[in-house]
């Protein structure tokens, strides 16, 4: 059982930065590809981005390309999503995801496709 937490959420001005960590336990680390998720209230849970078990693969939403960052580090379990030049529109609650990888080639972009998942943390960007 892998159990994820979430941090790093908050009160950020349009333009700005935050940097989400999400710690991981319970679970040999290095076995699972990771992803990053949004909820937006009243709209469904989206995929923002997904990265392999060794950090080799990304992937990333349209919407985010090119402002956010998935990263890693094995050595302290822990997956991370540097947001930049955030919008109102990513305002959000911000969730971490964990499955089991099928090769360092292999992201995941779907909800279901995710087995484990954190309990979330908030993102509002003001205007």
């Known amino acids: 059982q892998v159990q994820l937490v979430e941090s790093g959420g908050g009160l950020v001005q349009a333009g700005g930065s935050l940097t989400l960590s999400c710690a991981a336990s319970?679970?040999?680390?290095?076995?699972?590809?990771m992803g990053w998720f949004r909820q937006a209230p009243g709209k469904e849970r989206e995929f923002v981005a997904a990265?392999?078990?060794?950090?080799?693969?990304?992937y990333y939403a349209s919407s985010v390309k090119g402002r956010f960052t998935i990263s890693r580090d094995n050595a302290k379990n822990t997956v991370y999503l540097q947001m930049k030049s955030l919008k109102p529109e990513d305002t959000a609650v911000y969730y971490c995801?964990?499955?089991?990888?099928?090769?360092?080639?292999?992201?995941?972009?779907?909800?279901?496709?995710?087995?484990?998942w954190g309990q979330g943390t908030q993102v509002t960007v003001s205007s």
């Open positions: 995801a964990a499955t089991l990888s099928l090769g360092d080639s292999y992201v995941f972009t779907g909800r279901y496709e995710y087995r484990y």
């Open positions: 319970g679970g040999t680390f290095s076995n699972y590809a």
């Open positions: 990265i392999s078990w060794s950090g080799r693969t990304t």
